[in-house]
């Protein structure tokens, strides 16, 4: 079983900063790719950062410049920093682990429980 889970959302103003944290633990044999989605009220839920395990580093258009992945390989964390936050990056925002639970098992997304992000005019 592989638990994922966030910290680090909350309430900020425009123009502020946060920084999400994700962590993977449990019955992990491999992981490929940890990435932030979120999913704003009436919306599909999009990408918005995404780090592969040889730190090639993908982003929404919407958040280029303005947001920063960092993986940690050793720990299986996942950070994003946020910054000139947007009252349009208010979202739920949830972390996603691309991984194998063992050797033998499927490749698979898991999902944490996903943290709620609210930027103020």
């Known amino acids: 079983q592989v638990r994922v889970v966030e910290s680090g959302g909350g309430w900020v103003q425009a123009g502020g900063s946060l920084r999400l944290s994700c962590a993977a633990s449990?019955?992990?044999?491999?992981?490929?790719?940890m990435g932030w989605y979120r999913q704003a009220p009436g919306k599909q839920r999009e990408l918005v950062a995404i780090?592969?395990?040889?730190?090639?580093?993908n982003y929404a258009d919407s958040v280029k410049g303005r947001f920063t992945i960092s993986r940690d390989n050793s720990k299986n964390t996942v950070e994003l920093q946020m910054s000139s936050l947007k009252t349009d990056d208010t979202a739920v925002y949830s972390c996603?682990?691309?991984?194998?639970?063992?050797?033998?098992?499927?490749?698979?997304?898991?999902w944490g429980q996903g943290t709620q992000v609210t930027v103020s005019s």
């Open positions: 996603n682990v691309e991984g194998r639970a063992c050797s033998l098992c499927p490749t698979r997304a898991y």
């Open positions: 449990g019955s992990i044999f491999s992981i490929n790719a």
């Open positions: 780090a592969t395990r040889d730190d090639n580093t």
